[in-house]
């Protein structure tokens, strides 16, 4: 599918911003150069009449994403978190992208699941409502199952949704690599990387059986988590094409209105998505990576319950040290450890200057520091960071990227919640319990255990082991001086493995 051909996309792309007099308004948000404005400009004029229409009762910007297709929809539900990036009203304008996009008729629902299910809608749901709410990918309905009167929720991919992000995604990545060869400078980013990572993402979206599984794993990681629920998945009524869970009752949390007149403390749930978030991350490293308003209601207990998680995030436990302590250290405004981290994980080349890179960081992070979150710029920051990871040669780390678009989007929301929130002072709780426990001698103390039990397994070849390193070793008539001083390590080695085992056997 990708080609040349994928330019006609592109193309339509800025004749659909033009067409639905949404590209002064996406330039105007983003505060673009004069220079940005012109050249859009001139590329997207004269092609004005092969943009798509849209529906003409949606604001400029929703509609030329909605009418673009699901790939662009996704990149406008994050817009809609960030109004300290593109502004209140369009921010506002966006959030019709999250739950409330037009639905695809019921029937064709039905008919899906009778497919995916195997048997009759009938025989399974005693009830199927209207879909309740409509996003880029899927739809919802409310349903109660036949064998038990359970009220559920049963999400349904769209018709013909797979080879609609297909095109997406492929008119991206020609987008990325003319990227890579007209704006060289761009490289170090790794665009085409970039549009790989978030292709595997959503195909993984796209496999509801998959969403299943991250559902079941992320409820196993946070039961004992407090102020939080997940609605529970059915097993026997999904698969590929259908999801069903539990119904959770609750209000949106993007409403502050309806929160307000509920009597629920918007400052306490603030904090709580973002503390939330942070323990997820760090403490388990897997994570809902699509932690919108439009996936986030309020239960009347004051729970927070999160649902659709098709968009999970996995980080090993290595670059959750690494994330951890660069978050401290800018906590702690110790920004030459900051820099340190860098240099030792390999995100900045080891030819560059360390001191110099602190002094950056400091002009990055002193600005948050003591400052209503309402006076900070989000959008300058940054732009300022881009700056600095340009100018100290640093390489877009794609086992991040999730991490660092969710981080924003999680911002976003709680800013939302509570507009004077300092998302340092709320963090600097989570993350030093998360640096107490990961980093110091407790921590080496349980990379040792673990190392002894994987070390026990082995156990019963060590034995084993050490007769084949004797006899490599002393084959011919006599051992000689030379074989003899080779022995040491095979039996050194197996004198610690065999510490190591025991260790493991009595950890375990």
Not at 141 to 157: C, M, N, Q, S, Y
Not at 230 to 249: E, F, I
Not at 360 to 387: C, N, Q, T, W
């Amino acid at each position: 599918m990708r080609g040349p051909h994928n330019i006609w996309r592109l193309i339509r792309t800025g004749a659909t911003l033009e067409r639905a007099g949404a590209m002064n308004v996406v330039l105007d948000a983003f505060e673009a150069p004069t220079g940005v404005r012109i050249v859009a400009r001139l590329l997207a004029k004269p092609f004005q009449f092969l943009g798509y229409h849209g529906d003409p009762s949606m604001p400029p910007a929703p509609r030329a994403l909605t009418a673009l297709g699901p790939a662009y929809i996704k990149f406008g539900q994050i817009l809609s978190t960030r109004p300290d990036v593109v502004g209140d009203e369009l921010a506002d304008q966006m959030r019709v992208l999250q739950d409330q996009l037009p639905p695809f008729p019921v029937e064709q629902a039905k008919a899906e699941v009778e497919r995916e299910l195997g048997q009759p809608v009938e025989d399974v749901f005693s009830e199927f409502s209207d879909p309740i709410a409509a996003a880029s990918i899927a739809q919802v309905h409310k349903a109660r199952l036949a064998e038990t009167g359970d009220e559920v929720a049963v999400k349904v991919l769209r018709p013909g949704i797979e080879r609609a992000f297909r095109k997406d995604i492929d008119a991206f990545y020609l987008g990325a690599s003319m990227v890579e060869i007209f704006a060289p400078f761009s490289r170090r980013l790794r665009p085409m990387e970039v549009i790989r990572h978030f292709d595997g993402v959503v195909r993984g979206e796209l496999d509801l059986r998959l969403e299943c599984a991250s559902a079941s794993e992320f409820a196993a990681n946070t039961v004992d988590d407090e102020g939080f629920e997940l609605p529970k998945v059915r097993w026997s009524y999904s698969g590929r094409r259908v999801m069903t869970l539990g119904w959770a009752d609750g209000l949106p949390l993007g409403d502050n209105a309806a929160l307000d007149a509920a009597g629920h403390d918007r400052k306490a749930l603030a904090e709580r998505v973002l503390t939330l978030f942070l323990n997820h991350a760090l403490r388990d490293g897997f994570f809902h990576a699509d932690m919108h308003q439009g996936n986030l209601k309020v239960a009347a207990s004051g729970n927070i319950i999160a649902y659709d998680f098709g968009i999970m995030g996995h980080i090993d436990l290595y670059t959750r040290r690494v994330y951890a302590e660069i978050l401290y250290g800018f906590i702690r405004k110790d920004y030459k450890r900051v820099a340190e981290v860098h240099f030792e994980a390999g995100y900045v080349p080891a030819d560059q200057d360390v001191d110099e890179f602190a002094r950056a960081l400091r002009a990055v992070g002193e600005p948050i520091f003591g400052m209503d979150a309402s006076r900070i710029s989000m959008a300058k920051l940054l732009s300022y960071l881009f700056e600095v990871t340009e100018r100290f040669g640093m390489e877009t780390r794609t086992e991040l990227i999730l991490l660092q678009r969710t981080m924003v989007v999680v911002e976003g929301v709680a800013r939302s919640l509570d507009p004077q929130m300092n998302i340092w002072e709320v963090a600097r709780p989570v993350v030093s319990d998360y640096i107490k426990k990961s980093i110091g001698p407790r921590a080496v103390f349980q990379d040792l255990a673990h190392t002894a039990k994987v070390m026990a397994r082995f156990g019963p070849r060590l034995p084993q082991l050490v007769e084949s390193a004797l006899i490599a070793q002393t084959q011919g008539p006599s051992l000689k001086p030379q074989n003899a001083l080779r022995l040491w390590p095979a039996l050194i080695g197996a004198a610690l493995g065999g510490a190591l085992v025991a260790l493991g056997f009595l950890i375990a």
